[in-house]
């Protein structure tokens, strides 16, 4: 799997400095999603490049090693809308609540104040 192609430029020049504090923590929490996201694919690859390398040898992996390795790619799976948004960042309503919206929450807000309009 190629990395993708680096769009933002020299990330130096971004002023983080400049920026909210909530924008900031939606943003570390965007890219610690994207970061784990991406590991988890280029282990998978890696795995599923190892096991076509075993297997024109003629060797198993699962031999040598606990666990079973993949013969495929798995189907991307397909990701869910989000259904919430608040200060510009979106929620589908699944897994953790990201700190923004728990703050809101703290403070009163109920999630149907943040509903997305169809």
Known sequence: M????NRIGNV???EFE???LETLIAIKQRLDIIIKQRQSQYKHDFK?????????????LTDYFEGTFP??????SSKVK???????VKWSGRGR??????????QGGKKEDLLIEK
């Open 97 to 106: 609540c990201p700190n923004i919206f728990q703050q809101f929450f703290n």
């Open 71 to 76: 013969t495929s790619k798995k189907s991307a």
């Open 2 to 5: 190629q990395q993708p192609k």
């Open 12 to 14: 130096d020049k971004i």
């Open 48 to 60: 599923l490049r190892l096991n076509r390398k075993a297997n024109n040898l003629g060797l198993n």
């Open 82 to 88: 989000p259904k919430y948004e608040y200060r510009g």
């Open 18 to 20: 400049a920026l909210e």
